[in-house]
């Protein structure tokens, strides 16, 4: 959230009635679809089938869905993953299921690599000495998507929550001196535990593009080399992050973003933003539905869930569940959820004290967690904690 306050919540007054399976079709419509059928069986005889590569339908050369259609779902064994072993079986029951330690994500107002190795050591020191196997993610999130220029001179970059353009090289070189703090401080070579960076941005603002999502996988690219050449990549990872508001910006505009990162990433970007208004609620906020909630959240390629679990009565938890429901009836997959963000910290440091969406990391998790696992469809760990706070 671009401002100097801790985010507040969507706006979650609208209800509605649940999405319901569509009553019988007419006899003209049964028909109509009949037809549709037909010449798409003739399109599959015509067209060599190299034509219908993503790669071809992402580049024009055969006119592929609009982007508010349901596309086709990658299995979990093809998604990037930022460590090996992340997407259980399906059907496979958790075992020894605990609360994991809580790490600490930060709004990100400045590129100084001083600071950012300070805070990086902050947490480095955190995890020194923590065995878990799992390890553990933090956001830094440096706000909204900004740029300067157009045509080839154009450049990319984030508003680190103020006015002023920040290309993406220096976002770059902030998050791995924040990686070089972490390192320093866990003792890296001998440590029993390892972190997910995630560089985020938002869906905020006019600079939400294609462009935007494609250079901002090619930085995450560019940070993982650099973490191989420094010997941290068993440790210390980088991810991509965005905060996908539904009251920021139209599906259409976001999902541009999310395709433009998926033609260039090696490893997944989460999604820790909100599904406003979804069921139970109603029927998503604005134009979303859930269709486009669950695409950004999981349906591309690329995308992993850590949504904001921040309100105490449960109804996030309850949205997410819903959405992980729709995604093993509607598309046959099970979606595996990467773990909770809170605010705690980032509302206790503002002048709002979130009333009502102050949930702490442990009722976060717990929330969700009982959520997903009342169902054996959606039954799961989550393997990741992270409390947001502004850093100074």
Known sequence: MDSTRAPVPSDQKRLGAHN??????????????????????TTLIVVPPAQLSPANLLEGRLAGPPDTEAQA??????KPDVWAGGFPEAGHKQSG???????????????????????????????????????SIVVLDFGRPTQKGRGRGNQWGASLFRRGFHPISAIQQAGQAYAQGVWRCMDGANASTHLTIAMGTSNFGRAVSFWHGRAWAEMVNRANEWAAQKSY??????????????SWASPKRTRAWVRGYDSRAKSPYYDYGDAAACPPRGNCLGSWTVEDVWYVAWGARSARPLPEIYNPNGIMAEQWYRLSLYSVRKHGVQMWIAGVMSQRTACRQSKDPCHGMNNSPAKAWRLLHRALNRDKRTAQNLHWSTDIAWAD
């Open 20 to 41: 319901r399976i569509a009553s019988q079709r007419p006899p003209r419509l049964a028909a109509l679809q009949a037809l549709a059928f037909c010449l798409v069986v």
């Open 73 to 78: 779902v990658p299995a979990p064994s093809t």
């Open 97 to 135: 299921v605990r609360r994991p330690g809580t790490a600490f994500s930060r709004y990100v107002k400045t590129t100084n690599r001083a600071k950012l190795s300070r805070l990086g050591c902050a947490e480095g020191r955190r995890l020194r000495g923590t065995i878990d196997s799992e390890g």
């Open 233 to 246: 990549i068993m440790r210390l990872r980088f991810a991509g992050a965005n905060d996908i508001e539904l």
